[in-house]
């Protein structure tokens, strides 16, 4: 895996939108935030672009992205937020550029669609972190884990086990993210691959059933065999149907790697949560999971 150069102060960060709309207004917290750890921030020309729910149109989005890829002066490009989008405009990204000068990308949600392609099909580290439009809502903490992950500080959180643990120590590669993006990628040209590496998960406003048919989709794609271990983050906001699922998100993804005997750990403080702690996507990490949990990387 290539590891893009880590950030200095007076370096240049661009924030673009790849996929839902945003306005600058909604972000200025974030883009205060980054100026007091000495960085210049570019803003894209997608900021307050519009069209429909996008943050202007597949076209502009990705001339967008593509121009903060060129710019040999961005050394990260932040993107502003989620939503739905990425994947309109991902095939077209030409990356040759960003290969000769690696820099890291950061987001999360529907920005999986980009650290799959970059981790598993081209060989690049990249950043799972929170984004601009998440800044007033996370912890201090989760913030600070993304300026230690930009300036290259180790990353260490301990968290509270979960009842649902496999207990036993998990080290590998971490991929994934948000399972949505995940499940909708088996089968097309961008590959993920989970052989002996640890597979992360996180999801959002999903029906509990359809949590159950993209765990047994990743399981027919062979996705859940032969992992260094599963971390599981956060899991928010599930629905259910007026006939009950029965089983929480959690037990449905436990149930679904019940017969593999590596390491599980729930609880992760990762995800769409107000506790969204840096991860790079991509690195070797360490995970711990006993009557209490440490992450390593």
């Known amino acids: 895996m290539i590891r893009p150069p880590f950030l200095k102060q007076g370096d240049t960060v661009g924030i673009t939108c790849p996929a839902r709309f945003i306005t600058t207004e909604e972000i200025q917290l974030a883009i205060d935030t980054l100026k007091s750890w000495g960085l210049n921030v570019l803003l894209g020309e ?5 069209d429909n729910q996008y943050g202007g149109t597949d076209a502009e989005r990705r001339a967008d992205f593509q121009r903060m890829l060129n710019n040999p002066d961005v050394k990260a490009i932040i993107a502003a937020r989620g939503g739905y989008g990425t994947v309109r405009i991902m095939d077209d990204l030409d990356f040759r550029a960003f290969m000769d000068k690696p820099k890291w990308i ?28 998440t800044f007033p809502a996370n912890t201090t903490e989760a913030i600070q884990s993304l300026k230690a992950a930009l300036f290259d500080e180790t990353l260490e959180y301990a968290f509270d086990a979960h009842p649902l643990n496999r207990k036993g120590l998990m080290e590998g590669e971490i991929v994934g993210g948000n399972l949505s993006i995940l499940y909708s990628i088996l089968g097309t040209k961008t590959i993920l691959d989970t052989n002996k590496k640890i597979l992360f998960l996180e999801d959002l406003d999903e029906y509990l059933y359809h949590i159950d048919r993209m765990m ?82």
Do not use: W
């Open 216 to 297: 047994m989709a990743m399981k027919r794609a062979g996705k859940l065999k032969n992992l260094a271990g599963l971390v599981v983050g956060g899991l928010s906001d599930m629905k259910d149907n007026t006939i009950p699922f029965g089983k929480t998100a959690e037990e449905i993804i436990a149930e679904h790697v019940a017969e593999y005997d590596y390491p599980v750990c729930f609880n992760f403080p990762s995800g769409h949560i107000s506790d969204n702690r840096a991860i790079f996507m991509g690195k070797q990490a360490k995970v711990e999971i006993g009557e209490s949990c440490r992450f390593l990387q």
């Open 106 to 133: 950061v987001g999360f949600s529907d920005i999986t669609y980009i650290h799959t392609q970059l981790g598993c099909n081209i060989g690049v580290e990249s950043l799972h972190a929170i984004m601009p439009i």
């Open 46 to 50: 997608t900021l307050g672009k519009k």
